[in-house]
Protein backbone atom coordinates (compact mmCIF):
# COMPACT_ATOMS: atom_id res chain seq x y z
CA UNK A 1 0.00 0.00 0.00
CA UNK A 2 0.92 3.50 -0.87
CA UNK A 3 0.20 6.78 -0.02
CA UNK A 4 0.40 9.09 -2.87
CA UNK A 5 0.93 12.53 -2.80
CA UNK A 6 -1.18 15.26 -3.96
CA UNK A 7 0.77 16.66 -6.72
CA UNK A 8 0.51 20.05 -8.84
CA UNK A 9 -1.57 19.04 -11.04
CA UNK A 10 -4.06 16.93 -8.99
CA UNK A 11 -4.09 20.05 -6.76
CA UNK A 12 -5.67 22.13 -9.77
CA UNK A 13 -8.21 18.90 -10.18
CA UNK A 14 -9.10 19.50 -7.14
CA UNK A 15 -9.76 23.00 -7.40
CA UNK A 16 -11.97 22.89 -10.42
CA UNK A 17 -14.26 20.06 -8.68
CA UNK A 18 -14.66 21.63 -5.65
CA UNK A 19 -15.19 25.00 -6.93
CA UNK A 20 -18.92 26.49 -7.26
CA UNK A 21 -18.37 29.16 -9.14
CA UNK A 22 -15.74 29.01 -11.69
CA UNK A 23 -14.54 32.80 -11.36
CA UNK A 24 -14.15 32.41 -7.87
CA UNK A 25 -11.81 29.71 -7.00
CA UNK A 26 -13.63 27.94 -3.52
CA UNK A 27 -10.61 26.81 -1.35
CA UNK A 28 -10.00 23.14 -1.53
CA UNK A 29 -10.68 20.87 0.94
CA UNK A 30 -8.43 19.21 3.06
CA UNK A 31 -8.12 15.33 2.87
CA UNK A 32 -7.01 12.97 5.39
CA UNK A 33 -6.10 9.50 4.66
CA UNK A 34 -7.23 6.25 6.17
CA UNK A 35 -5.51 3.44 5.67
CA UNK A 36 -8.42 -0.29 5.67
CA UNK A 37 -7.38 -3.47 6.82
CA UNK A 38 -9.71 -5.81 5.98
CA UNK A 39 -8.94 -9.34 7.96
CA UNK A 40 -12.61 -10.49 7.74
CA UNK A 41 -15.64 -10.80 10.01
CA UNK A 42 -19.40 -11.05 9.13
CA UNK A 43 -19.32 -7.79 7.91
CA UNK A 44 -17.39 -9.44 4.53
CA UNK A 45 -19.44 -12.49 4.62
CA UNK A 46 -21.62 -14.00 2.51
CA UNK A 47 -24.25 -17.21 2.50
CA UNK A 48 -22.49 -20.22 1.25
CA UNK A 49 -24.06 -24.05 1.75
CA UNK A 50 -26.71 -21.68 4.26
CA UNK A 51 -23.50 -20.87 6.60
CA UNK A 52 -21.91 -17.58 6.26
CA UNK A 53 -18.11 -17.44 5.56
CA UNK A 54 -15.84 -14.61 4.00
CA UNK A 55 -16.18 -13.77 0.17
CA UNK A 56 -12.55 -12.64 -0.77
CA UNK A 57 -12.29 -9.98 -3.36
CA UNK A 58 -15.77 -8.71 -3.52
CA UNK A 59 -15.61 -5.40 -0.78
CA UNK A 60 -14.28 -2.85 -2.63
CA UNK A 61 -16.19 -3.52 -5.33
CA UNK A 62 -19.09 -3.55 -3.79
CA UNK A 63 -18.19 -0.34 -1.64
CA UNK A 64 -17.46 1.06 -4.86
CA UNK A 65 -21.06 1.31 -5.53
CA UNK A 66 -22.35 2.61 -2.50
CA UNK A 67 -22.64 6.53 -2.70
CA UNK A 68 -22.29 6.84 0.78
CA UNK A 69 -19.46 5.47 0.92
CA UNK A 70 -17.66 6.40 -2.01
CA UNK A 71 -18.06 10.05 -4.26
CA UNK A 72 -17.06 8.56 -7.86
CA UNK A 73 -17.65 11.65 -9.46
CA UNK A 74 -14.87 13.72 -7.07
CA UNK A 75 -12.69 10.51 -7.64
CA UNK A 76 -12.92 11.35 -10.95
CA UNK A 77 -12.74 14.72 -11.22
CA UNK A 78 -9.94 15.18 -8.46
CA UNK A 79 -7.87 13.31 -10.59
CA UNK A 80 -7.44 10.26 -7.65
CA UNK A 81 -7.32 7.17 -9.91
CA UNK A 82 -4.19 8.67 -11.65
CA UNK A 83 -2.48 8.62 -9.13
CA UNK A 84 -3.38 5.62 -7.28
CA UNK A 85 -4.26 3.81 -10.46
CA UNK A 86 -5.39 0.10 -9.92
CA UNK A 87 -5.26 0.78 -6.03
CA UNK A 88 -8.07 0.00 -3.58
CA UNK A 89 -9.11 3.97 -2.97
CA UNK A 90 -12.35 5.17 -2.53
CA UNK A 91 -13.30 8.81 -0.68
CA UNK A 92 -16.23 9.60 1.09
CA UNK A 93 -18.37 12.68 0.00
CA UNK A 94 -17.31 16.23 1.58
CA UNK A 95 -17.99 15.57 5.30
CA UNK A 96 -20.23 18.19 8.01
CA UNK A 97 -16.53 18.85 9.14
CA UNK A 98 -15.84 19.96 5.00
CA UNK A 99 -13.29 17.08 4.69
CA UNK A 100 -12.72 14.74 2.34
CA UNK A 101 -11.47 11.31 3.46
CA UNK A 102 -9.77 9.25 1.23
CA UNK A 103 -9.44 5.50 2.26
CA UNK A 104 -7.40 2.41 0.69
CA UNK A 105 -8.20 -0.88 1.41
CA UNK A 106 -5.87 -3.64 2.19
CA UNK A 107 -7.31 -6.61 2.18
CA UNK A 108 -5.99 -9.95 3.78
CA UNK A 109 -5.59 -13.53 2.45
CA UNK A 110 -7.77 -15.76 3.67
CA UNK A 111 -10.16 -13.27 4.83
CA UNK A 112 -10.58 -14.85 8.50
CA UNK A 113 -13.93 -15.36 10.88
CA UNK A 114 -12.63 -14.00 13.92
CA UNK A 115 -12.69 -17.43 15.60
CA UNK A 116 -9.93 -18.62 13.56
CA UNK A 117 -7.60 -15.43 14.78
CA UNK A 118 -4.33 -16.28 16.62
CA UNK A 119 -1.72 -14.25 17.93
CA UNK A 120 0.11 -14.23 14.57
CA UNK A 121 -2.83 -12.66 13.21
CA UNK A 122 -2.33 -9.38 15.73
CA UNK A 123 1.33 -9.42 14.74
CA UNK A 124 0.70 -9.19 11.22
CA UNK A 125 -2.02 -6.04 11.54
CA UNK A 126 0.53 -4.56 13.62
CA UNK A 127 3.21 -5.17 11.23
CA UNK A 128 1.26 -3.43 8.75
CA UNK A 129 0.31 -0.38 11.04
CA UNK A 130 3.72 -0.05 11.61
CA UNK A 131 5.20 -0.17 8.25
CA UNK A 132 1.92 2.22 6.91
CA UNK A 133 2.13 4.80 9.85
CA UNK A 134 3.57 7.62 8.22
CA UNK A 135 1.43 7.27 4.90
CA UNK A 136 -1.94 7.94 6.93
CA UNK A 137 -3.64 9.86 9.58
CA UNK A 138 -5.72 7.24 11.10
CA UNK A 139 -6.69 3.05 10.71
CA UNK A 140 -9.53 1.59 10.57
CA UNK A 141 -9.22 -2.48 11.27
CA UNK A 142 -12.42 -4.09 9.97
CA UNK A 143 -12.82 -7.66 12.15
CA UNK A 144 -15.05 -10.49 12.88
CA UNK A 145 -17.28 -9.65 16.42
CA UNK A 146 -16.34 -12.76 17.99
CA UNK A 147 -12.72 -12.09 18.81
CA UNK A 148 -12.54 -8.14 18.04
CA UNK A 149 -12.26 -7.23 21.78
CA UNK A 150 -9.22 -9.33 22.55
CA UNK A 151 -7.52 -8.03 18.88
CA UNK A 152 -8.28 -4.27 20.03
CA UNK A 153 -6.47 -5.20 23.61
CA UNK A 154 -3.67 -6.88 22.20
CA UNK A 155 -3.84 -4.24 19.40
CA UNK A 156 -3.24 -1.63 21.99
CA UNK A 157 -0.66 -3.15 24.42
CA UNK A 158 1.38 -3.92 21.09
CA UNK A 159 1.28 -0.15 19.78
CA UNK A 160 3.50 1.74 22.32
CA UNK A 161 3.78 5.56 22.23
CA UNK A 162 0.73 5.31 19.72
CA UNK A 163 -0.40 9.21 18.18
CA UNK A 164 -2.62 8.54 15.53
CA UNK A 165 -6.43 6.29 16.11
CA UNK A 166 -6.67 3.31 15.26
CA UNK A 167 -10.37 1.67 14.86
CA UNK A 168 -11.37 -1.49 15.19
CA UNK A 169 -14.90 -2.42 14.06
CA UNK A 170 -16.80 -4.78 11.65
CA UNK A 171 -21.28 -5.65 11.84
CA UNK A 172 -24.00 -8.29 12.98
CA UNK A 173 -24.67 -8.84 9.68
CA UNK A 174 -23.08 -8.38 6.32
CA UNK A 175 -22.71 -5.13 4.49
CA UNK A 176 -24.36 -6.72 1.28
CA UNK A 177 -27.33 -7.55 3.01
CA UNK A 178 -30.36 -5.12 2.43
CA UNK A 179 -30.15 -4.26 6.27
CA UNK A 180 -27.09 -4.08 7.94
CA UNK A 181 -25.01 -2.81 10.03
CA UNK A 182 -21.70 -2.75 8.34
CA UNK A 183 -22.44 0.15 6.83
CA UNK A 184 -22.99 2.60 9.46
CA UNK A 185 -20.13 1.06 11.42
CA UNK A 186 -17.76 1.30 8.67
CA UNK A 187 -18.61 4.92 7.88
CA UNK A 188 -18.42 6.06 11.38
CA UNK A 189 -14.94 4.28 12.12
CA UNK A 190 -13.75 5.95 8.43
CA UNK A 191 -15.25 9.48 9.59
CA UNK A 192 -13.56 9.25 13.42
CA UNK A 193 -10.19 8.03 12.29
CA UNK A 194 -10.10 11.20 9.57
CA UNK A 195 -11.26 14.03 11.28
CA UNK A 196 -10.04 13.52 15.10
CA UNK A 197 -6.85 13.00 16.49
CA UNK A 198 -7.37 10.12 19.10
CA UNK A 199 -4.10 7.96 19.69
CA UNK A 200 -5.53 5.07 21.19
CA UNK A 201 -7.17 1.57 19.87
CA UNK A 202 -10.73 2.28 19.91
CA UNK A 203 -13.54 -0.14 19.30
CA UNK A 204 -16.43 1.33 16.97
CA UNK A 205 -19.98 -0.26 16.49
CA UNK A 206 -23.22 0.98 17.11
CA UNK A 207 -23.07 4.86 16.90
CA UNK A 208 -20.31 4.79 19.84
CA UNK A 209 -16.00 4.68 20.35
CA UNK A 210 -14.78 2.63 23.05
CA UNK A 211 -11.47 2.21 24.24
CA UNK A 212 -10.45 -0.98 22.68
CA UNK A 213 -8.79 -2.67 25.70
CA UNK A 214 -12.35 -1.63 27.97
CA UNK A 215 -14.68 -3.31 25.44
CA UNK A 216 -16.23 -6.44 25.36
CA UNK A 217 -19.23 -8.55 23.38
CA UNK A 218 -22.24 -8.58 24.94
CA UNK A 219 -24.59 -9.62 22.60
CA UNK A 220 -24.44 -12.05 19.71
CA UNK A 221 -28.03 -11.05 18.09
CA UNK A 222 -28.02 -6.86 18.87
CA UNK A 223 -26.75 -4.43 16.60
CA UNK A 224 -25.46 -3.14 19.86
CA UNK A 225 -22.85 -6.24 20.15
CA UNK A 226 -20.41 -4.44 22.61
CA UNK A 227 -20.22 -2.62 25.71
CA UNK A 228 -17.44 -0.80 27.79
CA UNK A 229 -18.89 -1.60 31.46
CA UNK A 230 -15.84 0.41 33.09
CA UNK A 231 -15.58 3.24 30.88
CA UNK A 232 -17.89 6.15 29.33
CA UNK A 233 -17.65 5.86 25.65
CA UNK A 234 -14.88 8.05 24.31
CA UNK A 235 -17.17 9.70 21.69
CA UNK A 236 -20.92 8.94 20.67
CA UNK A 237 -22.21 9.57 17.00
CA UNK A 238 -25.39 10.94 16.92
CA UNK A 239 -26.78 13.74 15.16
CA UNK A 240 -23.33 14.96 16.05
CA UNK A 241 -20.42 13.68 16.96
CA UNK A 242 -19.58 13.89 20.15
CA UNK A 243 -15.90 13.34 21.21
CA UNK A 244 -15.39 12.93 25.69
CA UNK A 245 -11.74 14.08 25.43
CA UNK A 246 -11.46 14.49 28.87
CA UNK A 247 -11.91 10.64 28.95
CA UNK A 248 -9.04 10.12 25.79
CA UNK A 249 -6.25 8.13 26.58
CA UNK A 250 -2.59 10.06 25.79
CA UNK A 251 0.39 8.27 25.65
CA UNK A 252 2.33 11.50 27.37
CA UNK A 253 5.84 11.09 25.42
CA UNK A 254 8.37 12.29 24.08
CA UNK A 255 8.86 8.97 22.29
CA UNK A 256 8.21 7.87 18.76
CA UNK A 257 5.53 5.31 18.07
CA UNK A 258 7.08 1.71 18.34
CA UNK A 259 5.32 -1.57 18.01
CA UNK A 260 6.16 -4.89 20.16
CA UNK A 261 4.00 -7.99 18.24
CA UNK A 262 5.83 -10.47 20.35
CA UNK A 263 3.15 -12.71 22.37
CA UNK A 264 3.39 -14.96 24.63
CA UNK A 265 1.05 -18.19 24.78
CA UNK A 266 1.46 -19.98 27.68
CA UNK A 267 -1.44 -17.73 29.05
CA UNK A 268 -4.69 -18.44 30.21
CA UNK A 269 -8.60 -17.49 31.65
CA UNK A 270 -9.77 -19.80 34.66
CA UNK A 271 -12.84 -19.26 35.69
CA UNK A 272 -13.79 -20.35 39.30
CA UNK A 273 -17.30 -21.97 39.99
CA UNK A 274 -18.51 -23.29 43.02
CA UNK A 275 -16.70 -26.70 43.57
CA UNK A 276 -13.73 -26.31 41.23
CA UNK A 277 -11.44 -29.31 41.98
CA UNK A 278 -7.87 -28.29 43.30
CA UNK A 279 -6.51 -30.98 40.27
CA UNK A 280 -8.60 -28.99 37.67
CA UNK A 281 -6.83 -25.94 39.34
CA UNK A 282 -3.91 -27.72 39.89
CA UNK A 283 -3.58 -28.74 35.93
CA UNK A 284 -4.03 -25.95 34.70
CA UNK A 285 -1.06 -23.95 36.31
CA UNK A 286 1.48 -26.80 35.28
CA UNK A 287 4.34 -25.83 32.49
CA UNK A 288 4.63 -24.37 30.44
CA UNK A 289 2.06 -21.99 32.14
CA UNK A 290 3.14 -18.60 32.77
CA UNK A 291 0.29 -16.01 32.89
CA UNK A 292 -3.18 -16.98 34.06
CA UNK A 293 -6.42 -14.78 34.40
CA UNK A 294 -8.09 -15.76 37.29
CA UNK A 295 -11.43 -14.84 36.86
CA UNK A 296 -12.99 -14.36 40.56
CA UNK A 297 -16.24 -13.56 42.17
CA UNK A 298 -17.83 -10.29 42.63
CA UNK A 299 -14.91 -7.83 43.94
CA UNK A 300 -12.35 -10.78 43.57
CA UNK A 301 -13.14 -12.88 46.16
CA UNK A 302 -13.01 -16.78 46.30
CA UNK A 303 -13.48 -19.69 49.25
CA UNK A 304 -11.23 -18.80 52.14
CA UNK A 305 -12.41 -22.03 53.58
CA UNK A 306 -9.90 -24.47 51.34
CA UNK A 307 -6.55 -24.38 52.30
CA UNK A 308 -5.76 -26.66 50.14
CA UNK A 309 -6.46 -25.00 46.75
CA UNK A 310 -4.84 -21.68 48.17
CA UNK A 311 -1.78 -23.44 48.71
CA UNK A 312 -1.96 -24.31 44.73
CA UNK A 313 -2.49 -21.04 43.80
CA UNK A 314 0.15 -19.71 46.20
CA UNK A 315 2.88 -22.80 44.92
CA UNK A 316 2.17 -21.64 41.49
CA UNK A 317 2.67 -17.78 42.24
CA UNK A 318 6.27 -18.99 43.87
CA UNK A 319 7.25 -20.87 41.20
CA UNK A 320 7.10 -17.82 39.12
CA UNK A 321 3.20 -17.96 37.30
CA UNK A 322 1.80 -14.45 37.62
CA UNK A 323 -1.73 -14.90 38.31
CA UNK A 324 -4.03 -11.84 37.76
CA UNK A 325 -7.70 -11.82 40.15
CA UNK A 326 -10.24 -10.27 37.85
CA UNK A 327 -13.61 -10.21 38.30
CA UNK A 328 -16.54 -12.21 36.95
CA UNK A 329 -18.59 -9.24 37.43
CA UNK A 330 -19.11 -7.42 34.10
CA UNK A 331 -19.17 -4.28 35.45
CA UNK A 332 -16.58 -3.04 38.50
CA UNK A 333 -13.55 -4.00 40.41
CA UNK A 334 -11.52 -6.26 42.48
CA UNK A 335 -11.12 -4.81 46.10
CA UNK A 336 -9.48 -5.81 49.13
CA UNK A 337 -12.66 -5.52 51.22
CA UNK A 338 -13.34 -9.28 51.86
CA UNK A 339 -11.85 -12.14 53.52
CA UNK A 340 -12.50 -13.82 50.62
CA UNK A 341 -10.54 -11.60 48.45
CA UNK A 342 -7.19 -10.85 50.81
CA UNK A 343 -6.63 -14.75 50.94
CA UNK A 344 -5.74 -14.54 47.23
CA UNK A 345 -3.42 -11.55 47.77
CA UNK A 346 -1.90 -13.63 50.27
CA UNK A 347 -1.21 -16.28 47.69
CA UNK A 348 0.35 -13.52 45.79
CA UNK A 349 -2.19 -13.31 42.92
CA UNK A 350 -1.74 -9.76 41.47
CA UNK A 351 -4.73 -7.50 41.86
CA UNK A 352 -6.57 -6.72 37.98
CA UNK A 353 -8.31 -3.75 39.25
CA UNK A 354 -11.75 -3.70 36.56
CA UNK A 355 -9.57 -4.64 33.48
CA UNK A 356 -11.66 -6.55 31.27
CA UNK A 357 -10.50 -10.41 31.03
CA UNK A 358 -9.68 -9.68 27.39
CA UNK A 359 -7.79 -6.59 28.06
CA UNK A 360 -6.27 -8.69 31.34
CA UNK A 361 -5.57 -11.94 28.90
CA UNK A 362 -3.56 -10.10 26.16
CA UNK A 363 -1.79 -7.71 28.74
CA UNK A 364 -0.23 -10.86 30.20
CA UNK A 365 0.39 -12.12 26.72
CA UNK A 366 2.37 -9.07 25.89
CA UNK A 367 4.17 -8.48 29.51
CA UNK A 368 5.45 -11.87 29.28
CA UNK A 369 7.28 -11.76 26.27
CA UNK A 370 9.19 -8.38 26.96
CA UNK A 371 12.59 -10.18 27.04
CA UNK A 372 14.92 -8.12 28.74
CA UNK A 373 13.10 -7.49 32.14
CA UNK A 374 12.88 -9.79 35.24
CA UNK A 375 9.77 -11.52 36.42
CA UNK A 376 9.42 -8.54 39.43
CA UNK A 377 9.32 -5.79 36.77
CA UNK A 378 6.94 -7.86 34.76
CA UNK A 379 4.40 -8.00 37.79
CA UNK A 380 4.93 -4.43 38.36
CA UNK A 381 4.12 -3.59 34.69
CA UNK A 382 0.80 -5.72 35.42
CA UNK A 383 -0.33 -4.28 38.24
CA UNK A 384 0.07 -0.70 36.78
CA UNK A 385 -2.01 1.21 34.09
CA UNK A 386 -0.37 0.76 30.64
CA UNK A 387 -2.85 2.15 28.32
CA UNK A 388 -5.88 3.39 29.99
CA UNK A 389 -7.15 -0.55 30.65
CA UNK A 390 -7.81 0.05 34.38
CA UNK A 391 -8.94 2.78 36.18
CA UNK A 392 -6.40 4.68 38.56
CA UNK A 393 -6.72 5.70 42.17
CA UNK A 394 -8.55 8.69 41.68
CA UNK A 395 -8.68 9.75 45.16
CA UNK A 396 -7.70 13.36 45.87
CA UNK A 397 -7.01 14.25 42.23
CA UNK A 398 -10.30 14.47 40.90
CA UNK A 399 -10.97 17.52 38.93
CA UNK A 400 -13.33 20.43 40.73
CA UNK A 401 -14.14 22.97 38.05
CA UNK A 402 -16.33 25.15 40.64
CA UNK A 403 -12.81 25.30 43.20
CA UNK A 404 -11.07 27.45 40.48
CA UNK A 405 -11.78 30.79 41.41
CA UNK A 406 -10.99 31.84 37.50
CA UNK A 407 -14.00 30.29 36.55
CA UNK A 408 -16.07 31.10 39.99
CA UNK A 409 -15.74 35.09 38.94
CA UNK A 410 -16.57 34.23 35.05
CA UNK A 411 -19.46 32.21 36.14
CA UNK A 412 -20.67 34.66 38.61
CA UNK A 413 -20.77 37.84 36.38
CA UNK A 414 -22.47 35.58 33.54
CA UNK A 415 -24.54 34.21 36.59
CA UNK A 416 -24.83 30.60 35.59
CA UNK A 417 -24.08 27.76 37.50
CA UNK A 418 -24.82 24.57 36.20
CA UNK A 419 -21.81 21.94 35.82
CA UNK A 420 -22.41 21.96 31.64
CA UNK A 421 -21.99 25.69 31.23
CA UNK A 422 -18.89 25.40 33.76
CA UNK A 423 -17.90 22.98 31.74
CA UNK A 424 -18.58 25.60 28.02
CA UNK A 425 -16.85 28.36 29.69
CA UNK A 426 -13.83 26.13 30.40
CA UNK A 427 -13.58 24.73 26.82
CA UNK A 428 -14.00 28.12 25.17
CA UNK A 429 -11.59 29.72 27.21
CA UNK A 430 -8.98 27.67 27.97
CA UNK A 431 -7.50 26.88 24.95
CA UNK A 432 -6.53 30.21 23.96
CA UNK A 433 -5.44 31.06 27.55
CA UNK A 434 -3.09 28.08 27.30
CA UNK A 435 -1.87 29.14 23.65
CA UNK A 436 -1.33 32.65 25.11
CA UNK A 437 0.84 31.00 28.44
CA UNK A 438 2.45 28.96 25.66
CA UNK A 439 4.00 31.80 23.67
CA UNK A 440 5.37 33.03 26.56
CA UNK A 441 6.77 29.89 27.57
CA UNK A 442 4.66 30.15 31.42
CA UNK A 443 4.93 26.34 32.08
CA UNK A 444 3.03 27.52 35.67
CA UNK A 445 0.26 28.84 33.97
CA UNK A 446 -0.21 25.74 32.01
CA UNK A 447 0.33 24.20 34.81
CA UNK A 448 -2.55 26.21 36.71
CA UNK A 449 -4.77 25.52 33.36
CA UNK A 450 -4.45 21.75 34.04
CA UNK A 451 -4.99 21.59 37.43
CA UNK A 452 -8.36 23.61 36.44
CA UNK A 453 -9.26 20.39 34.73
CA UNK A 454 -8.33 21.99 31.17
CA UNK A 455 -7.30 19.40 28.10
CA UNK A 456 -3.42 21.39 27.22
CA UNK A 457 -4.11 19.23 23.44
CA UNK A 458 -7.30 21.19 22.66
CA UNK A 459 -6.99 23.51 19.84
CA UNK A 460 -8.68 26.99 19.69
CA UNK A 461 -10.63 29.02 17.09
CA UNK A 462 -8.16 28.24 14.41
CA UNK A 463 -7.07 25.00 15.22
CA UNK A 464 -3.87 26.08 16.75
CA UNK A 465 -3.01 23.95 19.80
CA UNK A 466 -0.38 25.29 22.25
CA UNK A 467 2.01 23.21 21.16
CA UNK A 468 1.57 24.45 17.94
CA UNK A 469 2.85 28.02 19.07
CA UNK A 470 5.18 27.08 21.56
CA UNK A 471 7.00 24.86 17.95
CA UNK A 472 6.60 28.77 17.12
CA UNK A 473 8.51 30.84 19.68
CA UNK A 474 10.95 28.19 19.94
CA UNK A 475 10.27 27.33 23.56
CA UNK A 476 11.86 23.84 23.66
CA UNK A 477 10.91 23.25 27.69
CA UNK A 478 7.15 23.80 27.01
CA UNK A 479 7.15 22.12 24.04
CA UNK A 480 8.57 19.04 26.49
CA UNK A 481 6.01 19.62 28.95
CA UNK A 482 2.79 19.60 26.79
CA UNK A 483 4.48 16.96 25.07
CA UNK A 484 4.52 14.64 28.30
CA UNK A 485 0.67 16.01 28.54
CA UNK A 486 -1.05 14.79 26.30
CA UNK A 487 -0.26 17.30 23.23
CA UNK A 488 -0.28 15.55 20.12
CA UNK A 489 2.33 16.03 17.19
CA UNK A 490 -0.54 15.26 14.53
CA UNK A 491 -2.84 17.97 15.51
CA UNK A 492 -3.12 20.22 12.46
CA UNK A 493 -4.61 24.05 12.27
CA UNK A 494 -7.12 25.18 9.78
CA UNK A 495 -3.82 25.80 7.39
CA UNK A 496 -3.66 22.26 7.72
CA UNK A 497 -0.31 22.81 9.77
CA UNK A 498 1.54 21.03 12.16
CA UNK A 499 3.93 21.68 14.80
CA UNK A 500 6.70 20.63 13.09
CA UNK A 501 5.76 22.72 10.48
CA UNK A 502 6.08 26.06 12.51
CA UNK A 503 8.86 24.52 14.21
CA UNK A 504 10.54 24.20 10.73
CA UNK A 505 9.18 27.85 9.41
CA UNK A 506 10.39 29.53 12.66
CA UNK A 507 13.87 27.59 12.19
CA UNK A 508 13.69 26.08 15.79
CA UNK A 509 16.13 23.32 15.51
CA UNK A 510 15.69 21.46 18.84
CA UNK A 511 12.14 21.99 18.73
CA UNK A 512 12.97 20.45 15.28
CA UNK A 513 15.04 17.55 16.53
CA UNK A 514 12.06 16.83 19.72
CA UNK A 515 9.11 16.80 17.87
CA UNK A 516 10.69 13.98 15.23
CA UNK A 517 11.96 12.15 18.00
CA UNK A 518 8.71 12.16 18.88
CA UNK A 519 7.01 10.96 15.66
CA UNK A 520 6.16 13.88 14.62
CA UNK A 521 6.64 13.76 10.46
CA UNK A 522 5.79 15.84 7.26
CA UNK A 523 3.34 14.26 4.63
CA UNK A 524 5.06 12.54 1.47
CA UNK A 525 3.46 15.17 -0.57
CA UNK A 526 4.79 17.88 1.73
CA UNK A 527 8.53 16.49 1.62
CA UNK A 528 7.87 15.98 -2.26
CA UNK A 529 7.22 19.59 -2.89
CA UNK A 530 10.55 20.19 -0.06
CA UNK A 531 12.31 19.66 -3.47
CA UNK A 532 11.94 23.15 -4.96
CA UNK A 533 12.44 24.84 -1.19
CA UNK A 534 15.93 22.68 -1.00
CA UNK A 535 16.80 24.29 -3.91
CA UNK A 536 16.19 27.95 -3.44
CA UNK A 537 17.51 27.36 -0.07
CA UNK A 538 21.05 25.96 -1.75
CA UNK A 539 21.18 29.07 -4.18
CA UNK A 540 21.21 31.06 -1.73
CA UNK A 541 23.43 29.90 0.49
CA UNK A 542 21.03 29.35 3.63
CA UNK A 543 23.34 26.68 5.13
CA UNK A 544 20.59 26.94 7.96
CA UNK A 545 17.49 26.47 6.03
CA UNK A 546 18.92 23.67 4.90
CA UNK A 547 19.73 21.84 7.78
CA UNK A 548 16.36 22.22 9.50
CA UNK A 549 14.68 20.82 6.64
CA UNK A 550 16.96 17.75 7.03
CA UNK A 551 16.67 17.56 10.43
CA UNK A 552 12.92 17.42 9.54
CA UNK A 553 12.73 14.36 7.40
CA UNK A 554 13.61 16.18 4.09
CA UNK A 555 15.82 13.97 1.71
CA UNK A 556 18.23 16.46 0.02
CA UNK A 557 18.64 14.91 -3.31
CA UNK A 558 14.78 15.79 -4.28
CA UNK A 559 14.66 17.79 -7.15
CA UNK A 560 12.97 21.30 -7.55
CA UNK A 561 9.88 22.02 -10.26
CA UNK A 562 13.01 22.31 -13.08
CA UNK A 563 13.78 18.22 -11.90
CA UNK A 564 17.24 19.28 -10.67
CA UNK A 565 18.30 18.69 -7.02
CA UNK A 566 19.82 21.04 -4.40
CA UNK A 567 22.95 19.73 -4.74
CA UNK A 568 23.35 19.89 -8.52
CA UNK A 569 22.13 23.41 -8.13
CA UNK A 570 24.86 24.17 -5.74
CA UNK A 571 27.42 23.05 -8.41
CA UNK A 572 25.93 24.37 -11.21
CA UNK A 573 26.52 28.06 -9.50
CA UNK A 574 29.74 27.36 -8.04
CA UNK A 575 29.00 27.36 -4.95
CA UNK A 576 31.76 25.21 -3.53
CA UNK A 577 31.21 25.57 -0.21
CA UNK A 578 27.35 24.68 -0.22
CA UNK A 579 28.63 21.53 -2.67
CA UNK A 580 30.47 20.36 0.86
CA UNK A 581 28.14 21.55 3.45
CA UNK A 582 25.03 19.62 1.10
CA UNK A 583 27.38 16.43 1.37
CA UNK A 584 28.10 16.34 4.92
CA UNK A 585 24.26 17.00 5.68
CA UNK A 586 23.44 13.72 3.87
CA UNK A 587 26.10 11.90 5.45
CA UNK A 588 25.41 13.17 8.44
CA UNK A 589 22.66 10.64 10.61
CA UNK A 590 20.90 13.49 13.14
CA UNK A 591 20.23 11.81 16.81
CA UNK A 592 18.22 13.69 18.49
CA UNK A 593 18.89 14.41 22.45
CA UNK A 594 17.72 12.04 25.16
CA UNK A 595 16.15 14.52 27.17
CA UNK A 596 13.46 11.53 28.61
N1 LIG B 1 -18.27 -15.09 13.52
C1 LIG B 1 -18.15 -13.72 13.13
C2 LIG B 1 -16.70 -13.31 13.37
O1 LIG B 1 -16.34 -13.04 14.47
C3 LIG B 1 -19.11 -12.86 13.90
C4 LIG B 1 -19.22 -11.43 13.41
O2 LIG B 1 -18.35 -10.86 12.84
N2 LIG B 1 -20.35 -10.77 13.66
O3 LIG B 1 -15.92 -13.28 12.44
Redo the contacts with the bound molecule.
Sequence with gaps: TRSIPLSKCRRRKLSICDSTESSEPSPIAPEAQVLVINT????G?TLHDQV?APKANAFFESLRKLPILHDEYYAQQSGLYDYYGSGNILVLPLSEQKKRIVYTIMEYSPL????NMTTVDWGKIGRDIEENYENYDGFVIL??????AYTASALSFMCEHLGKPIIVT???VPIYEMRNDGRANLLGALLIAGHFVIPEVCLYFYNNLYRGNRSTKVDAGSFK?FSSPNLAPLACVEVDITINWDTVWRANTTAKFHLSPEMNRNVGLLRLFPGITNATVKAFLQPPMEGVVLETYGSGNAPDNRPRLLAVLKKATNDGVIIINCTQCLRGTVSASYATGKVLMDAGLIAGGDMTPEAALSKLSYVLAKKDITLDAKKKMMARNLRGEMSGNLAGAKLCLSDSRFIQVIAKSLSISCKEELEAIRDALTPPLACAAAKIGDIEALEALKEMGSNLFLDDYDGRTPLHVAACEGHLKVVKYLLSHGATVYAKDRYGDTPLCNAVRFRHKEVVKLLRKTGAHFSRDKLEEAGNELCSLAVSGDMEGLEIWSLAGADLNQPGYNGQSAIIMAEAAGLLEMVAFLHQLKNKTVIGEDDD
Design positions: GGTIMLLDSSHGTDTMGSQA
